[in-house]
């Protein structure tokens, strides 16, 4: 099936996308993490959205998602690892599963910052964000894996049965892990990576740890590294004209990835601009194709 559109984001922005996609008939689907991972859904009280006053951001989010699924939204929780534009089709790689769209909305959240000193410049060169794609090569040898959030133990876990060892460093509070006997806990703040060719040191705040490797595991993709091409502001915000186009056709971006202020009001307005003009987009590519 190829989906008239893919959101990747499940906050105010890409919500609001996808129900304004569905009320204009077009098959959407949804990619989100878990509702805790959004931004909104630790705010203790949401007063500035126009008759939702008093209500904490974890029920304003709910509202949102019991309002897409009335609307038969389909929301698939899996993170998106990267995604690519060939034709008139996008290609989306959620968790190695592909998924089939016309165009896609970027609804991500504020821009991620690059976490390690020279991580951008040794991305595919000993840094990686996705274990089940690189973890291969990276046989027998030893790897840190940095993890936003619980969810990266199971990456670090897959991991410990290819590498000889695996240093994990949590960047979230936790009493006890379970894991293989290859596996360290490393409880000290990451800071670079260095090397020639290749990664072979990542530097903490208080020991250096030769490795090979560097999994960067984050709930969200920065996005820069989700698809190439994308052009972004002087301040690190995706770049969009006033339909919430990127420079990439058929890619839209919405909410905080695109600009302060990190408001809901905002994030669900442009939301509904990127839903209206990606629905735009696809009637004409159909058109053309006929």
Same mark, same amino acid.
């Given at each position: 099936?190829?989906?008239?559109?893919?959101?990747?984001?499940?906050?105010?922005?890409?919500?609001?996308?996808?129900?304004?996609?569905?009320?204009?008939?077009?098959?959407?689907?949804?990619?989100?993490?878990?509702?805790?991972?959004?931004?909104?859904?630790?705010?203790?009280?949401?007063?500035?959205?126009?008759?939702?006053?008093?209500?904490?951001?974890?029920?304003?989010?709910?509202?949102?998602?019991?309002?897409?699924?009335?609307?038969?939204? $389909?929301?698939?929780?899996?993170?998106?690892?990267?995604? !690519?534009?060939?034709?008139?089709?996008?290609?989306?790689?959620?968790?190695?599963?592909?998924?089939?769209?016309?165009?896609?909305?970027?609804?991500?959240?504020?821009?991620?910052?690059?976490?390690?000193?020279?991580?951008?410049?040794?991305?595919?060169?000993?840094?990686?964000?996705?274990?089940?794609?690189?973890?291969?090569?990276?046989?027998?040898?030893?790897?840190?894996?940095?993890?936003?959030?619980?969810?990266?133990? $199971?990456?670090?876990?897959?991991?410990?049965?290819?590498?000889?060892?695996?240093?994990?460093?949590?960047?979230?509070?936790?009493?006890?892990?379970?894991?293989?006997?290859?596996?360290?806990?490393?409880?000290?703040?990451?800071?670079?990576? !260095?090397?020639?060719?290749?990664?072979?040191?990542?530097?903490?705040?208080?020991?250096?740890?030769?490795?090979?490797?560097?999994?960067?595991?984050?709930?969200?993709?920065?996005?820069?590294?989700?698809?190439?091409?994308?052009?972004?502001?002087?301040?690190?915000?995706?770049?969009?004209?006033?339909?919430?186009?990127?420079?990439?056709?058929?890619?839209? *971006? *919405?909410?905080?990835?695109?600009?302060?202020?990190?408001?809901?009001?905002?994030?669900?307005?442009?939301?509904?601009? *990127?839903?209206?003009?990606?629905?735009?987009?696809?009637?004409?590519?159909?058109?053309?194709?006929?």
């Amino acid at each position: 099936m190829i989906y008239d559109c893919a959101v990747i984001g499940a906050g105010p922005a890409g919500l609001s996308a996808a129900i304004n996609l569905a009320q204009t008939n077009r098959s959407v689907v949804v990619f989100a993490t878990k509702q805790e991972d959004s931004s909104i859904y630790r705010a203790p009280e949401v007063n500035n959205y126009l008759g939702f006053h008093g209500v904490t951001g974890k029920e304003l989010l709910q509202s949102f998602y019991d309002h897409a699924k009335k609307m038969g939204i $389909e929301i698939i929780y899996k993170k998106v690892i990267n995604f !690519y534009k060939s034709g008139d089709i996008f290609t989306i790689n959620a968790n190695n599963e592909f998924f089939e769209a016309y165009s896609v909305i970027l609804a991500i959240g504020t821009p991620k910052k690059t976490l390690l000193e020279n991580e951008s410049e040794f991305v595919g060169r000993g840094i990686s964000y996705c274990a089940v794609c690189d973890g291969m090569l990276y046989r027998g040898r030893d790897i840190a894996v940095i993890g936003e959030s619980e969810e990266a133990e $199971e990456e670090a876990e897959y991991l410990s049965e290819l590498a000889q060892k695996v240093y994990y460093i949590p960047l979230y509070k936790k009493n006890k892990f379970h894991f293989k006997d290859n596996v360290e806990i490393v409880l000290a703040r990451p800071k670079g990576v !260095y090397g020639e060719d290749f990664v072979n040191a990542l530097e903490l705040e208080d020991r250096i740890l030769n490795v090979d490797g560097v999994f960067i595991i984050r709930k969200t993709m920065p996005a820069d590294q989700l698809i190439y091409g994308l052009e972004f502001t002087e301040d690190g915000h995706i770049k969009v004209d006033s339909k919430m186009q990127t420079s990439i056709e058929g890619l839209f *971006a *919405a909410g905080d990835v695109v600009g302060r202020p990190y408001q809901v009001a905002k994030a669900v307005g442009e939301g509904q601009i *990127a839903g209206l003009s990606a629905s735009t987009y696809v009637k004409m590519v159909k058109e053309k194709q006929k």
